[in-house]
């Protein structure tokens, strides 16, 4: 596929995609929202592809919205009359993946700057891990917008003193990589000529694993977290039994017994 604001690679089971508008930051703009739904939808649909990693090109990971096409009111730019389609009543998803409906697990190589609409990449991706030059900040408050769907994910991920620290000031607080990782909201800071190299490798560790097992696993725990602890067990147990009924189900205690590496199918 040829796109001019992304770049779309896959290769060992592994998709790429890289925001590729380093002399804007990688800030997104209405294309780069239509080119990404486009590359989302093709790495969930392709059968050759088992785990997403999500980068950026030049020094930026992604700078969120691109505020010279942002309307004068501040609405989202669609294609479609206003309101007349569900997504346009649902929260913004800009650079995010349908992180609520796809199965496949994708992870965040944050390589430099990452703020606003960007940090939602970090927030919904299921891996994050982070360049030592990697900085998060969200700079809504400071040009004047409120910072809506981004703050309330980043305070589901940080403690809410700290979320409400970097969203009340705004540009003028920043997380180094290090204070990013000693909150949690990434699981690991590499030098930054290895992240790539270090996300191939924590996607391919991923890839060795029964892929459905691992879909099943995901969609447990990210469905879990909105419900209720008994409600979110059940539904995990709902996922176990499907995919017990699987060829792979059957293959990875057959591997074990026979003291060989197993042969996933994904079926």
Known sequence: MEFETIRYE?????????????????AVNPLMVRELHTAYAAAEADEAVWTIIVTGAGRAFCAGADVGEIPDDGRVIYEEPYLS??????APQEATPPFRTMTKPVL???NGLCCGAGLDLVTTGDIAIASERAEFFDPHV???????????????VLPPGIALRVAL????????????YQFGLVSEV???????????????????????????TRLAIRRGLD?????????????????????????????????RAPKWQCR
Do not use: C
């Open 142 to 156: 400071s040009i004047g917008l409120v910072s809506g769907r981004e703050s309330v994910r980043l305070a589901r």
């Open 108 to 110: 965040a190589a944050v």
């Open 10 to 26: 896959v290769s060992d089971r592994i998709a790429t995609i890289t925001f590729d508008r380093p002399e804007a930051l990688n």
């Open 169 to 180: 000031m705004g540009k003028h607080e920043r997380l180094s990589a290090e204070r990013a």
């Open 190 to 216: 590499v030098p930054h000529e290895q992240l790539l190299t270090r996300a191939r490798e924590v996607a391919g560790m991923i890839n060795r694993n029964a892929p459905l097992a691992v879909r099943g």
């Open 85 to 90: 389609t569900y997504p346009q009543w649902e």
């Open 227 to 259: 419900l209720p602890l008994h409600d979110a067990e059940i539904l995990a147990e709902a996922y176990r039994e499907r995919v017990v009924r699987t060829e792979d189900a059957r293959e990875g205690p057959q591997a074990f017994l026979e003291k």
